[in-house]
């Protein structure tokens, strides 16, 4: 029998957790794009409003959850953690296998997560539309979610073959109010330049990025709303790693693995930053993010500074790096066809504190559909390098006839992107 653990709505966490504040360094400064010196917070106040600027560069351990974000979170959250009992039996493995399944949130992913944070900031700012990129979609409609909940404008630049791969994802924005568009596009001036270039190019998430700021910094209205690699969307995603935690310890458990998906980082970080102090205080446990072979920034990644976007508009970032001008293949996890990754996951990497893999996009797929067969969840195409993996080490544990508490984060459900599983 499945074991599920939930926890009731008054055991949420009430704050999000801040590993800045815990870490033995410094993360390296972000840098003015035109300058080359470290960019003061006052300069990103164009694409971001106060609140969000203060928490890209706070150090405080603890960071209250507002009262009306709390209020939306308790609509789907917390979210189950679930013990894979078929596939353990199905491996034959000594391993405990635990998922966290975020695909409970309204739109499916973990991005609610920041979205609502991000919208409930930038409406007591006064902002009136936001403006964003999306790779497979799940960002974007999570926008276009928190947008409809307070009361906002959202246009979303999807990147061009995941719009074309994926059409539920842009229906779903359009539910919610939002307005969705392919990139590159023939509304920014970058779009345009691209597209005379080359009219058939798939995009990719740098592109798209390039766009939505292209327009956010020409309205003084309009905010930029951006699904992962900054510090504050890694910090709202925390509750997916604090709610772990609560949930283990109602079983006794205390997990030896925890992994999780990587593209820019948002919900890999969402679920072992709140691990690290343990990491950091010598304790038996690994850290593992895993992300396809085809846009493999941490493991085939440069560490330097590098641009957030194709165009280089963004800040340049101390991270493991492709290149900005990397254009991904055109792989089912288009939330993963990023050629970069958060400061904080590259500076984690970088001192040891966590481990990366990569893995081929036909192996993977075979484990979600097995997952899908045994557990019942279709996984989102992202979610499932993090089950590939998982499995990989419950496979290791029966070589080894070790006993390993196995944890990782099902940030999605596939139910939009089934036709990625046929093709």
């Given at each position: 029998?499945?074991?599920?653990v939930?926890?009731?709505?008054?055991e949420?966490?009430?704050?999000w957790?801040n590993?800045?504040a815990?870490?033995?360094?410094?993360?390296?400064?972000?840098?003015?794009?035109r300058?080359?010196?470290?960019?003061?917070?006052q300069?990103?106040?164009?694409?971001?409003?106060?609140?969000?600027?203060?928490q890209?560069v706070s150090e405080?351990?603890?960071?209250?959850?507002?009262e009306?974000?709390?209020r939306?979170?308790?609509?789907?959250?917390?979210?189950?953690?679930?013990?894979?009992t078929y596939?353990?039996?199905?491996?034959?493995?000594?391993?405990?296998?635990?998922?966290?399944?975020?695909?409970?949130?309204?739109?499916?992913?973990?991005?609610?997560?920041?979205?609502?944070?991000?919208?409930?900031?930038?409406?007591i700012?006064?902002?009136?539309?936001?403006v964003?990129?999306?790779?497979?979609g799940q960002?974007?409609s999570?926008?276009?979610?928190?947008?409809?909940?307070?009361?906002?404008?959202?246009n979303?630049?999807?990147?061009r073959?995941?719009?074309?791969?994926k059409?539920?994802?842009k229906?779903l924005?359009?539910?919610?109010?939002?307005?969705?568009?392919?990139?590159?596009?023939?509304?920014?001036?970058f779009?345009?330049?691209?597209?005379?270039k080359?009219?058939?190019?798939?995009?990719?998430?740098g592109?798209?990025?390039?766009?939505a700021?292209?327009?956010?910094v020409?309205?003084p209205?309009?905010?930029?709303?951006?699904?992962?690699?900054?510090?504050?969307?890694?910090?709202?995603q925390?509750?997916?790693g604090?709610?772990?935690?609560?949930?283990?310890?109602?079983l006794?458990?205390t997990?030896?693995?925890?992994?999780?998906?990587h593209?820019?980082?948002?919900?890999?970080?969402?679920?072992?930053?709140?691990f690290?102090p343990?990491?950091?205080?010598?304790?038996n446990?690994?850290?593992?993010?895993c992300?396809?072979t085809?846009?493999p920034?941490?493991t085939?990644?440069?560490?330097?500074?590098?641009?957030g976007?194709?165009?280089?508009?963004?800040?340049?970032?101390?991270m493991?790096?492709l290149?900005?001008?990397f254009?991904?293949?055109?792989?089912?996890a288009?939330?993963?066809?990023?050629?970069?990754?958060?400061?904080?996951?590259?500076?984690?990497?970088?001192?040891?504190?966590?481990e990366?893999?990569?893995?081929?996009?036909?192996?993977?797929?075979n484990?979600?559909r097995?997952f899908?067969?045994?557990?019942?969840i279709?996984p989102?195409p992202?979610?499932?390098?993090?089950?590939?993996?998982?499995?990989k080490?419950?496979?290791?544990a029966?070589?080894?006839?070790?006993?390993?508490?196995?944890?990782?984060?099902?940030s999605?459900h596939?139910?939009?992107?089934?036709?990625?599983?046929v093709?």
């Amino acid at each position: 029998m499945r074991v599920r653990v939930d926890l009731k709505v008054e055991e949420m966490p009430k704050y999000w957790y801040n590993v800045l504040a815990d870490l033995p360094f410094k993360l390296d400064p972000p840098l003015d794009p035109r300058t080359k010196q470290p960019i003061s917070p006052q300069a990103l106040s164009a694409i971001f409003p106060e609140a969000l600027i203060e928490q890209e560069v706070s150090e405080k351990r603890e960071i209250p959850i507002p009262e009306p974000v709390l209020r939306e979170y308790a609509v789907f959250r917390p979210t189950p953690l679930y013990r894979a009992t078929y596939l353990e039996e199905y491996l034959q493995t000594p391993a405990r296998i635990y998922y966290k399944y975020e695909g409970a949130s309204p739109t499916g992913s973990h991005k609610t997560n920041t979205a609502l944070a991000q919208a409930y900031y930038n409406k007591i700012s006064g902002t009136k539309r936001l403006v964003t990129e999306t790779g497979a979609g799940q960002w974007g409609s999570a926008l276009c979610y928190a947008g409809a909940k307070f009361g906002l404008t959202v246009n979303v630049f999807m990147v061009r073959i995941s719009y074309e791969q994926k059409p539920m994802r842009k229906y779903l924005m359009k539910l919610f109010g939002g307005d969705v568009v392919p990139s590159p596009s023939d509304r920014t001036n970058f779009g345009r330049s691209l597209l005379e270039k080359n009219g058939d190019m798939p995009g990719s998430l740098g592109i798209a990025i390039s766009e939505a700021i292209e327009v956010a910094v020409s309205d003084p209205g309009t905010k930029y709303s951006l699904g992962s690699v900054l510090n504050h969307v890694l910090l709202h995603q925390t509750v997916i790693g604090l709610e772990i935690k609560k949930q283990l310890a109602l079983l006794n458990e205390t997990p030896t693995i925890v992994l999780g998906c990587h593209g820019g980082g948002s919900n890999f970080a969402g679920t072992i930053l709140p691990f690290v102090p343990d990491k950091l205080a010598g304790k038996n446990i690994r850290l593992i993010a895993c992300e396809p072979t085809a846009c493999p920034s941490l493991t085939k990644g440069r560490y330097e500074y590098d641009y957030g976007d194709t165009a280089g508009m963004t800040p340049l970032l101390k991270m493991y790096t492709l290149g900005k001008d990397f254009i991904p293949p055109k792989i089912h996890a288009g939330g993963l066809r990023y050629h970069g990754a958060a400061p904080i996951v590259s500076r984690l990497l970088k001192e040891g504190l966590i481990e990366a893999v990569a893995f081929d996009q036909e192996e993977v797929f075979n484990a979600a559909r097995l997952f899908a067969k045994l557990e019942g969840i279709v996984p989102a195409p992202e979610s499932s390098y993090a089950i590939y993996g998982a499995i990989k080490e419950a496979l290791r544990a029966k070589e080894e006839k070790k006993e390993e508490v196995i944890v990782f984060n099902l940030s999605g459900h596939g139910l939009f992107d089934l036709i990625a599983y046929v093709s």
